[in-house]
């Protein structure tokens, strides 16, 4: 089935450095989605976007849905330590009048105090 | 309010064993949705219900089998467990399809000898 690529797969960083990661696909999506997941837990919604080109922020966090559909963009600014946890974009097409969404495989992010 | 809610944390079976993973949610959400987690690979659509007594195949059905019997509650199924189904399962549920936000539980991990 189709997958995204996300990629860096896996980052150590020191607390305060800004950290970004990317989502892509072989194929167009009508939303992007970014979630992050604590260790233990389901994944969280972070941030939601709707329109090639859109940015949005959420706090430190700031997505962007890539113009060519096929991408998107997470930064995280100035990292604590409890962002600590793998962040999944997904995304979302319209598909015969169902809506599918398809998952990333990770990046897993690790802060060094 | 908690949100989805998943039962068990976790599991061990062997080959050949049968099990139900429970899922339940308490936001009066319509569509339920169960995915396995396996590394490297995003999460994938194992089953999903659109209401009360339906339940539909997602991306990876085989070997699994759903109900939805009361609105709240969506029951994942391994009537005979495979090494293969070993995994971290996590249920979701949404207000109105995948147009919405999925809320995620906390994830089962089941581990088939």
């Known amino acids: 089935g189709q997958q995204l690529n996300q990629s860096p797969q896996s980052m150590f960083i020191q607390e305060g450095e800004d950290v970004s990661m990317n989502c892509t696909s072989s194929s167009i999506f009508n939303t992007w989605l970014w979630y992050k997941q604590d260790p233990g837990e389901g994944p969280v919604l972070l941030i939601a976007l709707y329109k090639a080109g859109e940015l949005t922020s959420n706090g430190r966090l700031t997505a962007q849905f890539g113009i060519t559909r096929k991408d998107s963009f997470l930064n995280i600014s100035a990292s604590i330590p409890s962002d600590v946890g793998i962040y999944f974009c997904a995304g979302k097409l319209n598909s015969g009048g169902y809506q599918k969404v398809t998952f990333g495989t990770g990046t897993k992010l690790q802060v060094i105090p | 309010n908690a949100g989805v809610t998943q039962t068990p944390k976790f599991r061990v079976l062997k080959t050949g064993q049968s099990m139900t993973l429970l899922c339940a949610q308490d936001m009066n959400h319509e569509y339920m949705y169960w995915y396995r987690q396996d590394p490297g690979m995003g999460l994938r659509l194992i089953h999903y219900s659109v209401g009360e007594g339906t339940t539909a195949k997602g991306e990876v059905p085989d070997g699994y089998n759903v109900s939805r019997l009361k609105k709240q509650n969506f029951l994942l199924g391994l009537e005979s467990a495979a090494p293969s189904q070993t995994s971290v399962y996590f249920c979701?549920?949404?207000?109105?399809?995948?147009?919405?936000?999925?809320?995620f539980g906390p994830g089962t991990r089941l581990t088939v000898l």
């Open positions: 979701a549920s949404s207000y109105a399809g995948l147009a919405d936000e999925q809320f």
